[in-house]
């Protein structure tokens, strides 16, 4: 056991583990596993949802569990990559329609990423949660399929742009964005979920092209950075997130970024096999990510936890990490609730109106 009833929403540090769950509530293990002192929140899934009733009343279990209080994520782009999409919350469309929108109508399609931003995480924090991984800000060669549509556009300039406007109705919700994969996934043909990726072009063609939405939104405050699980052979022999160079060198010391740094998911066959999930957490800890991803293999969440019992928070981390929590400025008690507000009304109306999604005239959307 990591804890006991007696210490629930007593004062613990946050760690730098993201754990996933197995379904709509908390087990009694789940629980256990959430008081551990190197867990800092969880990643939750389509499995983790039933309807916006059950999403609040598991996050508000969970965020009362330790103060500060773990954080709460989900995967939510938009398109085929949005966990929760049904029950009231509104299916959002693919990055890439905002690309294509750009290329004819440029303020349209800025008024449409803020939008659409304002409202993907407004729709969350009503129900608890934190923060979604997104916007996806890899570049769209054509190469790539799943990333695909979840890229906005081929030029980075667009990307950085449109990226922006998403980022700006998120934190007008009271979210953070989390750009993501660092330091570019969209030339590499792979999926990284299921094998290596290695992209050979140079330093110099990373950072003209794929680096330059990434620089663009930390310009702009981005509260967090994914790394990928890319390997780029020209700067090391790692994937990015395993990397001081790219963290710690390129990303933070080149690039000013003070933010979160988050590796993606230690499950993926990118990096799985190397070694086993204590050891993997460790060298991605190390590396640089302040959170590291443990989503849905249960052998490697318990070898996480076991070599990481006796974890001792860092101050600075932890700082990080504690402004990723959501704060919704303009709260509200529920789902039905936000949808029955001004301007999630007229979001909604807007984004009809040019075909983003779906709206009835009685305010629900389907």
Known sequence: ???????????????????????????????????????????????????????????????????????????????????????????????????????????????SAYNLGWLLAAELLACGVDFSFTPVIDLDYGNSSVIGDRAFHHNPHVVGLLAEQLMQGMQAAGM????????????????????????????VSLVGADMQPFKHLIQHYCGAVMAAHVIYPAVDDVPAGLSRIWLQQLLREQCGFNGAIISDDLGMQAVASTASGGELAKRFHQAGCDLVLLCNDTDQIASALSAHRHYEADALQESRLIRLHGKPKHPVSSLAALHKTGQWLAVMKHLANVGLVTFDTQGVSS
């Open 176 to 203: 953070s964005a989390v750009a993501k994969h660092f330091p570019g996934h969209g030339f590499v043909v792979p999926d990284t979920h299921l094998a290596m990726a290695v992209d050979k072009r140079s330093l």
């Open 1 to 111: 056991m990591y804890g006991n009833s007696e210490a629930l929403g007593k004062a613990q540090s946050l760690g730098f583990l993201m754990i996933g769950l197995s379904g709509y509530s908390l087990t009694d293990n789940e629980r256990a596993q959430l008081m551990h002192p190197a867990v800092a929140g969880v990643v939750l899934f389509r499995r983790n949802y039933a309807s916006p009733e059950q999403l609040r009343a598991l996050t508000q279990e969970i965020h009362g569990l330790r103060h500060p209080r773990l954080l709460v994520s989900v995967d939510h782009e938009g398109g085929r990559v949005q966990r929760f999409k049904t029950q009231g919350f509104t299916p959002l469309p693919a990055m890439r329609v905002l690309g294509e929108s750009y290329d004819e109508h440029p303020q349209q399609a800025l008024h």
